[in-house]
C-alpha cells in the first residue's frame, strides 16, 4: 500500500528546534517529488517546502533560511529541520507527493503531525 | 504571489441537491503554450487529510465519485456536488499550481447538510 507517515510532532519552546519525519512506503522518495503543506488550527492550508528527485529544494518565504528539507533515500524517508521555531509555525505538518517537476498538485497525503510552539 | 479566493465562506445544501463552490484566482492560470487551467481542488473531511478531487481545473482523481466536478478557465473556476452525500460533508479548497513554486490555497469552503 502506498503510503506517508509523519512523526516527530510536538510541543517546543519558541526558539527551538525540531526534525520531523515522514516515512514512506510502496514508493521510492528518491524517485518523488515530496513536499511538506502545513495547516495552522482551524485555518486552510499553507505550502511550506518541497524536494525534487534530483535533490533541489524550494521554500516558503516565512520558513526560508530556518527549515531544511532531505531526506534519506536508505530509509526512505524525508526529513524536515525546524529551527528558530515561532509561535506562528504551530500548524499540523503534513507530508505529501507532488504528481510532476512542474505539476504541483498534491496526490497523495499522510495523516501529519501536530507542532505546537508555546512557552 | 497568486491570490485565490473562494465563495462562499460556507454552505449547507440539502441531501441530493446540488452544491456550488467558486474559486477565483487574481491572474490567469492558463499556460498557453499546453492549454490547460493549474487548479486542483481537495476535500478535507474533520480530522483528516485534504484528499485530491479534481487537477487541471476538470480532470477527476482516479477513484473520485462522478458526481464531483469541475470547471473553468483562466481566473474563475467551479467545483460542483451534483447530488450532495452525508459523506460530502467537508471543506474544499482550490489550489493554483500555475506559478510554482509559489503556490498558493483558496481560504476553504465549508459544505454541510441543510
Known amino acids: 500500500e502506498v503510503q506517508l507517515v509523519e512523526s516527530g510532532g510536538g510541543l517546543i519552546q519558541p526558539g527551538g528546534s525540531l526534525r520531523l519525519s515522514c516515512a514512506a512506503s510502496?514508493?521510492?522518495?528518491?524517485?518523488?517529488?515530496m513536499s511538506w503543506v502545513r495547516q495552522a488550527p482551524g485555518k486552510g492550508l499553507e505550502w511550506v517546502s518541497l524536494i525534487y528527485s534530483g535533490g533541489t529544494t524550494y521554500y516558503a518565504d516565512s520558513v526560508k533560511g530556518r527549515f531544511t528539507i532531505s531526506r534519506d533515500n536508505s530509509k526512505n524517508t524525508v526529513y524536515l529541520q525546524m529551527n528558530s521555531l515561532r509561535a506562528q509555525d504551530t500548524a499540523v505538518y503534513y507530508c505529501?507527493?507532488?504528481?510532476?517537476?512542474?505539476?504541483?498538485?498534491?496526490?497523495?497525503w499522510g495523516r501529519g503531525t501536530l507542532v505546537t510552539v508555546s512557552s | 504571489d497568486i491570490v485565490m479566493t473562494q465563495s462562499p465562506d460556507s454552505l449547507a445544501v440539502s441531501l441530493g441537491e446540488r452544491a456550488t463552490i467558486n474559486c477565483k484566482s487574481s491572474q490567469s492560470v492558463l499556460y498557453n503554450s499546453n492549454n490547460k487551467n493549474y487548479l486542483a481542488w481537495y476535500q478535507q473531511k474533520p480530522g483528516q487529510p485534504p484528499k485530491l478531487l479534481i487537477y487541471?481545473?476538470?480532470t477527476r482523481e482516479s477513484g473520485v465519485p462522478d458526481r464531483f466536478s469541475g470547471s473553468g478557465s483562466g481566473t474563475d473556476f467551479t467545483l460542483t456536488i451534483s447530488s450532495l452525500q452525508a459523506e460530502d460533508v467537508a471543506v474544499y479548497y482550490c489550489q493554483q499550481y500555475f506559478n510554482t513554486p509559489r503556490i498558493t490555497f483558496g481560504p476553504g469552503t465549508k459544505v454541510d447538510i441543510k
Open positions: 505529501a507527493t507532488i504528481s510532476g517537476y512542474l505539476y504541483w498538485y498534491f496526490d497523495l
Open positions: 487541471w481545473a476538470s
Open positions: 510502496g514508493f521510492t522518495v528518491g524517485s518523488s517529488y
